[in-house]
């Protein structure tokens, strides 16, 4: 067994596709709409896909402090270079538990968690 895909709602479609775009590098797989107010799109993940939801029924998106989506970056120190250009400005870390990680912590649209990780080979 794998996970295909996690599924993430958000509060705006082209708010959030431009942060997952623009700032994390994805691309966008295909998007469809799933009824009226109800817009599907899933992103590229190397294995692993993201989609995203919006539904005009259900603005309230919440997700709980302890969770967070984690992406693989080459360098971090030129990761967080980037979101500073890019205006991310609330960011966590960096955070080296052991010799072998390193990682920040960022936030997406909708406040949800994103954990982008250097791992050194050894």
Not at 49 to 78: P, R
Request: glycine share 10%; aromatic share 10%.
């Amino acid at each position: 067994m794998k996970i295909s895909w996690i599924t993430i709602y958000v509060r705006d479609m082209e708010e959030s596709l431009q942060f997952y775009t623009q700032i994390l590098g994805l691309e966008v797989k295909r998007t469809f709409s799933a009824g009226p107010g109800m817009e599907i799109c899933f992103m590229e993940g190397n294995g692993t896909d993201l989609e995203l939801i919006c539904n005009t029924e259900h603005k309230d998106v919440a997700y709980g402090q302890d969770i967070s989506v984690g992406f693989t970056v080459e360098s971090l120190d030129d990761t967080i270079a980037y979101l500073k250009e890019k205006g991310i400005t609330r960011i966590i870390g960096p955070v080296s538990p052991d010799p072998g990680i390193r990682f920040i912590f960022i936030f997406d649209p909708n406040g949800l968690k994103i954990q982008l990780a250097e791992q050194k080979i050894s």
